[in-house]
């Protein structure tokens, strides 16, 4: 597992200790209007949430990386998480798709860390990983995520129907694909894996 560092963010893989931070973000009322179904989730949902997160990291070396502001070149403030995941049972024709996902607190929203992060991380998945294109699916009413989508380097391909919803269907491709700079990567321990002495 890696930590991805940009100019102002540090990504790192999500740890059991990320709880609260994945409950708070998702309560965030800005997130339930964008992304939600306008409930805000029981400690419970956002606890399975982020144990989903974790298994993708073992199951395929890759997931949702938690993403934080730097301040004085350490992760301080918690922004929200951004990287790939497989689309599973929402695209059932196409479950081992690779997307593009990202959720971020309404306090770091139009700051530009959205688009910041998803460079890091589809220059990841193309250098790191060797994919040949990362999807990613967005509601046509989410203008701000419309907007980050074509920084990163997306390209509308058409309408398409994901988890029983109409959405706008985009594809990156190493050609495609706007460069972060500049891009740190290392290699990543969790402390909750490090067996006591």
Partial sequence: MH???TRRLILRPPSFRDELLVHEL???PFVVNSVGDGACPTIGQSKAALLQFINAWHRDRFGLWMTFV????Q???FAGYCGLMRSGPSLPEDPNNVEFVYCFHRAASGKGFGPEAGKAVIQYAFKNLTLDKVTAFIRPTNTRALRAGRKVGFSYVRDRIYNHMMMRYFEVTPVTAVEAEPLLVS???DPDDIPSQ
């Fill in 75 to 77: 992760p301080r403030n």
């Fill in 3 to 5: 930590i991805l560092e």
């Fill in 70 to 73: 730097k301040v004085e070149g």
């Fill in 187 to 189: 290699t990543y321990t």
């Fill in 26 to 28: 998702h309560s965030d």
